[in-house]
């Protein structure tokens, strides 16, 4: 009998030590992806400043920006398409207006490709950084971008396209009940 | 365990079942639980089958003809959770519970009461799951996969009862498994070592550790979804800070051993079945273990290649794509093995030997489309179409279902003493296994011409195909009301069956009377 309950006691523990590691995946998956760079998400870089020489080749840089279903806002960037040199640092801007009657909070996140290029690039300042981006209504703002693109960019990328979602960091869920709201027709 | 005394052979009156109902609710003996897993799973066979009824019959034609588009998610969602949540997994828990102790010589399931309870909580789940149909709203509606934040930020209020009911079958399927590991490593008759246990307790223990494995994290990634709906929590919701394709991982995690739990089990019945009706020993039995167990632990390295398309970096689709193809090396161990058997013996086509034989050849055929979905940058092309549809209905329907079918044929004589009659048997078998391919076959073409899953209403180049699919549905679900009344008459009567029933069976079940008394080896067998 003894034996019995010894097995049954290591398997309910491997049931709960599975049950922990699926939460466990969350950080794990951050981490994951933090170091393979997979999801393209650049975060902030700190030492920014050592990648600025004064060699440097030129290559394209596109921004690509979308709004998440159901954000009403205006978001765009400032300027689609420059040429830039690595090394140099680069400041760009993107324009954001809040379209509706009411206060919204907003949040931006990145992604970057090719994803290889992910780890070249050193933004000092990102609005993408920023945990929520709030609007009065009909407010409009300007969000920048400060950042410097390493000489060490491997040789085969050209162009780098970087791209922000703008997402409603206060959506309700289950849209069937906000139907009525601003949300529609967006 | 406590020694009971009395031999099996001299069985009295007061050792059979209670009477009436109550027999049912209280039972914990493992043969009326097993009757009960499998007549719950036939159940939900029919119910689901029902559904997919509903959908080929939308199919049957272009454009918008029986059901609104909302209703058809509702059924395609249903359909997949309830025939692998309801049908196979709880019929091979069925078949577990009836065969694996009088396989291995043991008086009962390890832990009877807990048996017991795994089993009445799944009608519950089913009737919260069922239920939701009927909410505001509707049933779930994202498909079985549930992707969030299709099922959470856009999923109708029924997602709660959804998420409820999944926790159920989990907590089900985990005490099942329990159970099922207990009695294997503890209960075996003396003599018995692990290398000369039957495949099919084999292919259970494997089994039974992946459930455990991975149902605590589709219990954990449900839990999470519910946390996003209901408490603020982002952990799929990228406006939170969280990431959608996270939700795809955890899901895969758990979703691709699942698929390896509902086919290790029909590995074990088949090789029993062609062994039996070779009349050979099985070719192979060290190699067919192994590669079981291989299949297994590689089923925990090879989750992406179910979401190639998301993006991933060029080393972690060579990874998945690799890793995935190097599964085909130990089931195709397996197939050489079944062949192997079969070569030279003196075989006869009874019916689980058709359905076993058709297991082989169409189980294959899936592998060998799971085999180019493996290939990645084909599998662009392929991803969501009904080409997967076909891969995964080949695997399950002709695999895991024929297997399952094969199994009541074969072992029903052992339950009921009666045997089935054969002619209404082989009938059955051709109907289904024409339907099965008729429904099934012709997905294949209109998936790589490039038909999506999962949609109501398709463009007219793929009509001719899914009328006929939708032609062979309907064949193969009436013929399963077929096999329904088939398995009552056996029930009620037939031809007394014999205790070894097949000439030549090998195992302990087959040295117990036919019907099996109530309790089977109150005395541990010698195994030499």
């Not at chain 1, 969350?26 to 400043?49: H, M, R, W």
């Not at chain 1, 690509?64 to 090394?87: D, L």
Request: some cysteine.
């Amino acid at each position: 009998m003894g034996n019995k309950k010894r097995t049954v006691l290591k398997l309910s523990a491997a049931v709960a030590g599975m049950y922990l590691f699926s939460f466990a995946l969350v950080p794990l998956y951050d981490v994951f992806c933090d170091i393979t760079g997979l999801n393209g998400k650049v975060a902030q870089s700190s030492n920014a400043e050592s990648s600025i020489s004064v060699e440097g080749r030129e290559i394209g840089l596109q921004f690509i920006s979308h709004n998440n279903a159901g954000m009403p806002w205006e978001f765009k960037p400032s300027k689609k398409v420059s040429k830039i040199k690595t090394g140099t640092l680069y400041e760009a801007t993107f324009y954001a207006k809040n379209t509706t009657n009411k206060m919204m909070t907003g949040r931006a996140v990145n992604s970057v490709a090719p994803s290889n290029a992910k780890d070249y690039i050193k933004k000092i300042e990102c609005f993408c950084f920023a945990e929520g981006i709030e609007l009065m209504p009909g407010e409009e703002i300007l969000l920048p971008i400060k950042m410097v693109v390493d000489d060490e960019l491997p040789e085969n990328i050209k162009n780098i396209v970087l791209s922000y979602t703008i997402f409603d960091s206060k959506i309700e869920h289950n849209i069937t009940m906000d139907h009525d709201g601003d949300h529609a027709g967006s | 365990m406590s020694a009971v005394i009395e031999n099996h052979h001299d069985d009295h009156g007061h050792h059979g079942p209670a009477k009436g109902l109550k027999r049912w609710f209280y039972t914990t003996n493992h043969k009326d639980i097993g009757t009960l897993y499998l007549w719950f799973s036939f159940a939900m066979f029919l119910i689901g089958g029902a559904m997919a009824m509903i959908i080929r019959a939308e199919l049957f034609q272009p454009g918008m003809q029986i059901v609104e588009p909302e209703f058809y998610n509702q059924m395609i969602t249903l359909h997949g959770l309830i025939m692998i949540f309801g049908g196979v997994m709880p019929a091979f828990v069925g078949l577990a519970n009836w065969l694996v102790p009088m396989m291995i010589g043991a008086p009962d399931m390890a832990l009877p009461r807990m048996n017991n309870l795994s089993f009445w909580i799944l009608p519950f789940a089913f009737f919260v799951l069922l239920s939701s149909l009927f909410m505001e709203g509707g049933a779930p509606n994202f498909g079985w996969t549930f992707y969030a934040p299709l099922s959470t930020t856009y999923a109708p209020p029924s997602t709660t009862f959804f998420i409820f009911s999944v926790h159920i079958m989990g907590a089900s399927s985990i005490m099942g498994s329990i159970n099922v590991i207990v009695t294997i490593m503890n209960m075996r008759a003396p003599g018995m070592g692990l290398m000369k246990m039957p495949l099919f307790v084999w292919s259970w223990l494997i089994t039974a550790y992946l459930l455990i494995a991975v149902m605590p994290v589709l219990a954990g990634a449900v839990t999470m979804m519910l946390m996003d709906i209901h408490f603020g929590t982002s952990f799929f919701d990228a406006a939170g800070g969280g990431d959608p394709v996270l939700f795809q991982h955890i899901f895969w995690f758990f979703g691709h051993p699942e698929v390896y739990i509902m086919i290790l089990p029909a590995f074990g019945i088949v090789s029993h079945i062609i062994e039996t009706f070779s009349r050979k020993q099985l070719f192979g039995y060290s190699s067919m273990v192994w590669a079981m167990l291989s299949i297994a632990i590689l089923s925990f390295v090879v989750w992406a290649h179910h979401m190639f398309t998301v993006g991933m970096p060029l080393a972690a689709e060579l990874f998945f794509m690799w890793s995935t193809m190097l599964i085909a090396v130990p089931t195709g161990v397996k197939v050489f093995n079944w062949i192997a058997t079969m070569f030279r013996g003196s075989i006869t086509f009874e019916t689980p030997m058709l359905f076993a034989c058709a297991f082989v050849v169409l189980f294959t055929l899936g592998g060998f489309s799971g085999l180019m979905l493996a290939i990645t940058p084909a599998d662009f092309q392929y991803h969501d179409t009904y080409f997967v549809v076909a891969h995964f209905h080949y695997v399950l329907v002709p695999g895991a279902i024929f297997s399952i079918m094969a199994a009541v044929y074969y072992w029903i004589p052992k339950w009921t003493g009666n045997m089935y009659d054969e002619r209404l048997g082989r009938l059955h078998f051709w109907l289904s296994f024409v339907g099965v391919n008729v429904t099934f076959f012709p997905q294949h073409f209109i998936g790589l011409a490039g038909m999506p899953r999962r949609v109501p209403d398709y463009a007219l180049q793929f009509a001719d195909w899914n009328m006929v699919s939708t032609a062979g549905a309907f064949l193969f679900g009436f013929s399963q009301v077929f096999f329904l009344f088939i398995v009552i008459k056996t029930v009620m009567g037939g031809k007394k069956a014999t205790g070894e029933v097949w000439e030549g069976a090998r195992g302990l079940e087959w040295t117990v009377d036919s019907p099996a008394p109530y309790h089977t080896f109150g005395t541990p067998p010698k195994v030499s």
